[in-house]
């Protein structure tokens, strides 16, 4: 039998184009002191230390966890790195919590970062492999045929993935945290910006972030006596699949389906739909909104979009998704998957301010990764497991 | 200089070039030697039957070898694509351009290329293919002898035969 682990501290920066007033270490080091002060503890309180980001190539920084380890308070304690491509920021939440789980620390500091002003993520994205051509153009270039892809399955009408861009914007516009601050942006403005990777538009995009998220995991005996409620951790689970092979459901991927499926189950939740009271998924291009709605069963394959079109998924809608503005507001792409955890867990926790959902009790966090290979969820509730 | 008057240091360039040996392993040599031959060769599974290209000696499905060698053609239909207008300092190709998921006959995976010699308008999920190799005295044992692929004007697939891929 695990141990019950909660989420008692949460830190995050102000993300933004250009954090050139801090180094990394400078950048990590904010995100953990506000997380150790909202979990009221110093970093002599913390016995190990989990650190996520995406490949080591975008800043170019070999092993980080080494140069990070004193601004992280590390020295002398377990630090452990994790790397799962885009969806790292939730397997390192996952990976931290397993270990309170197993029963080997009672409280982890674990932070997720990237600096993409001192990073070339296209460049490295755009690689040239002895078997393929450098023909893909970074994240968008791979992605943008699956959301084609996605269009001539469902029929979905064409303006669905601007109606996710506006939602998300304008939930942006309540989160002080987040990177785009854009309260005059309209339905023309998204429509008439410029395709990047057709039928990518350019307000349809996530944009490039500096930021860092922690979180301050517990043990049940130490989760007491904070200053904010503990967001109780039910359920984990993570998954990954081929990067191709026949039959790939490149749309609805297996791994996503079966991971949804495991983190459900381990939650006893039957009717996801019914039970979750919002989500903060992975979204950092405005189709993967549908898309992902089906892939995490909250639609029924093919009619994702329906829930987007009829407003299910506003913050008013019966499945409020990506209050905080989501990946589509801020991308410190290796921190990105830890703040739709930390998101979560501030609805349960109340914590959540203008954003916040009206009696959130049971909220999922959910990341992606590669080329849709790499999965991570979170269940996160306000009463104890 | 006094202390007020020294501005914070931003930011400092440090250009890094990486070059890389890859070893192709015994599969995807086979692969590379027919494509200097202006051939596509495949490996089918002996399980699940479905046909690899580029072939990397194992179905990543039924996690077993591949060794049957199967010759694939290099025409096609597009089952997805995307028109990049976004530059990226290492791209191939001048912009815009198609990237297209190419489903070769006799092929189960998707191959990753461009469609030239057609407006960008009309490239469509559906539309046959066929790759536009380099002058035969060009050919290597490099995917770069297949330069683009361009249309062959044969009738369009229609979606239901390619849902299976998509």
Redesign the interface.
């Known amino acids: 039998m695990a141990e019950r682990c909660a989420v008692i501290g949460i830190g995050q920066t102000h993300h933004t184009a250009r954090r050139d007033d801090v180094s990394i270490a400078g950048l990590v080091r904010e995100a953990a002191e506000r997380a150790l002060a909202d979990a009221g503890l110093d970093w002599g309180d913390i016995d190990a230390v989990v650190l996520g980001k995406a490949p080591d190539m975008f800043e170019g920084v070999m092993m980080p966890e080494l140069y990070l380890a004193d601004a992280l308070g590390a020295a002398g304690k377990p630090l452990l790195r994790v790397h799962t491509a885009g969806s790292v920021g939730g397997s390192t939440a996952v990976v931290a919590a397993n270990l309170i789980q197993a029963g080997l620390h009672e409280r982890v500091l674990t932070v997720a970062f990237e600096k993409q002003s001192e990073s070339n993520a296209m460049w490295a994205l755009t690689v040239k492999t002895p078997l393929q051509s450098a023909v893909v153009a970074g994240a968008g270039g791979y992605f943008a045929p699956l959301i084609r892809s996605y269009m001539q399955r469902s029929g979905a009408p064409e303006d669905t993935g601007i109606r996710v861009a506006l939602k998300d914007r304008s939930n942006a516009n309540k989160n002080p945290y987040a990177h785009l601050r854009e309260p005059d942006l309209s339905f023309e403005t998204v429509a008439n910006s410029p395709m990047l990777w057709d039928p990518i538009r350019f307000h349809e995009t996530c944009p490039s972030s500096d930021g860092a998220c922690a979180l301050v995991l517990s043990s049940e005996r130490a989760a007491t006596g904070g200053a904010h409620p503990p967001a109780w951790i039910h359920a984990t689970a993570m998954r990954s699949e081929p990067t191709q092979f026949a039959g790939q459901e490149k749309v609805n991927p297996r791994a996503g389906q079966e991971c949804a499926q495991e983190v459900y189950a381990k939650a006893g939740i039957t009717d996801p739909r019914r039970e979750i009271d919002c989500a903060e998924i992975y979204v950092p291009f405005s189709w993967f909104e549908p898309m992902w709605l089906e892939n995490l069963g909250f639609a029924p394959v093919g009619s994702g979009w329906k829930m987007t079109y009829e407003g299910a998924t506003a913050p008013d809608g019966d499945l409020p998704v990506n209050m905080s503005g989501g990946v589509l507001s801020s991308n410190p792409i290796g921190a990105s998957g830890m703040l739709r955890f930390a998101e979560a867990a501030m609805q349960v926790r109340g914590q959540a301010g203008a954003h916040q959902v009206d009696g959130a009790r049971t909220a999922l966090g959910h990341a992606y990764g590669g080329g849709s290979q790499f999965f991570s969820m979170w269940i996160v509730r306000s009463e104890r497991p | 200089m006094s202390d007020a008057e020294r501005k914070?240091v931003?930011?400092i360039q440090?250009p890094?070039r990486l070059t890389y040996h890859?070893t192709?392993g015994i599969a995807?040599s086979r692969f590379l030697h027919g494509i200097a031959e202006g051939r596509i060769l495949g490996q089918r599974?002996p399980v699940?039957t479905?046909?690899?290209v580029?072939p990397r000696g194992s179905?990543?499905?039924c996690a077993v070898a591949t060794e049957e060698e199967v010759h694939v053609s290099d025409r096609g239909t597009i089952?997805?694509?995307?028109?990049?207008?976004?530059p990226?300092?290492?791209?191939?190709?001048p912009l815009p351009?198609a990237?297209?998921?190419v489903l070769l006959d006799g092929a189960?995976?998707p191959f990753?290329?461009?469609v030239q010699g057609c407006p960008l308008d009309e490239v469509r999920?559906g539309m046959r293919v066929a790759a536009a190799w380099v002058e035969p005295d060009r050919l290597a044992p490099?995917?770069?002898s297949i330069r683009w692929f361009e249309p062959t004007g044969e009738p369009d697939v229609p979606?239901d035969q390619l849902?299976?891929?998509?």
């Open positions: 914070p931003r930011s440090t890094m890859y192709a995807t599974c699940c479905k046909v690899y580029p179905c990543p499905r089952l997805t694509f995307a028109i990049v207008r976004v990226s300092e290492n791209l191939d190709v351009f990237c297209v998921h189960d995976v990753f290329s461009v999920i490099t995917l770069q979606f849902r299976e891929h998509l």
